[in-house]
Antibody
Framework: VQLVESGGGLVQPGGSLRLSCGASGFTFSIYNMNWVRQAPGKGLEWVSSMSRDNDMYYADSVQGRFTISRDNAKNSLYLQMDSLRVEDTAVYYC??????????????WGRGTLVTVSS | YVLTQPPSVSVAPGQTARITCGGNNIGGKSVHWYQQKPGQAPVLVVYDDTARPSGIPERFSASNSGNTATLTISGVEAGDEADYYCQVWGTSPDHFVFGTGTTVTVL
């Protein structure tokens, strides 16, 4: 299993970025996929999830500004981030969500891509 | 839903480290634990309260009851120095919730 994020960088407040996550080594289409972020020196924060059935979920902190999507033909997960704020600065991880005993855990993670929102 | 962990735990090599994760009736939920070393992505070390993924040493064990889940690291080694996070799923309003994180320092 391999997950590789890309698309991070420096952007001004109010700007946009699109993150990508390329997946390999497993059947991408049958898994729920998540974005999780970590601000510098801070803990892990769930951002968004997309189920294998294309249901989308968002944390309140990004609802209405971020959009998750996937392309199963390209084995890829995306995160469109609009109206970015300074507090969105973080390393963004792509993670596979696997069901265990009726719950979901993140069993594989990418190495992350850094998003910096600053003027 | 809030998961509260102690900010830090210090332990001598060979001793036992216990990391708690407090949440309202967490014993009724399935808890997962992650290890994150500096500059690296998190790694799943325990899932579904007590199970270990392939490749995780038996030194890592966990329990969950009442309002507290606990990750126990027996025979702590220098390589266990890391941040540890608990996580649950299916809470409101957030789909996934992570604990506040605990830094384990090996003395």
């Amino acid at each position: 299993v391999q997950l590789v994020e890309s698309g991070g960088g420096l952007v001004q407040p109010g700007g946009s970025l699109r993150l990508s996550c390329g997946a390999s080594g497993f059947t991408f289409s049958i898994y729920n996929m998540n974005w999780v972020r970590q601000a510098p020196g801070k803990g892990l924060e769930w951002v968004s999830s997309m189920s294998r059935d294309n249901d989308m979920y968002y944390a309140d902190s990004v609802q209405g500004r971020f959009t998750i999507s996937r392309d199963n033909a390209k084995n890829s997960l995306y995160l469109q981030m609009d109206s970015l704020r300074v507090e969105d600065t973080a390393v963004y991880y792509c993670a596979r969500a696997k069901t265990f005993g009726g719950s979901y855990a993140h069993d594989f993670w990418g190495r992350g891509t850094l998003v910096t929102v600053s003027s | 839903y809030v998961l509260t962990q102690p900010p830090s735990v210090s332990v001598a090599p060979g001793q036992t480290a216990r990391i708690t994760c407090g949440g309202n009736n967490i014993g009724g939920k399935s808890v997962h634990w992650y290890q994150q070393k500096p500059g690296q992505a998190p790694v799943l070390v325990v899932y579904d309260d007590t199970a270990r993924p392939s490749g995780i040493p038996e030194r890592f064990s966990a329990s969950n009851s009442g309002n507290t889940a606990t990750l126990t690291i027996s025979g702590v080694e220098a390589g266990d120095e890391a941040d540890y996070y608990c996580q649950v799923w299916g809470t409101s309003p957030d789909h996934f919730v992570f604990g506040t994180g605990t830094t384990v320092t090996v003395l």
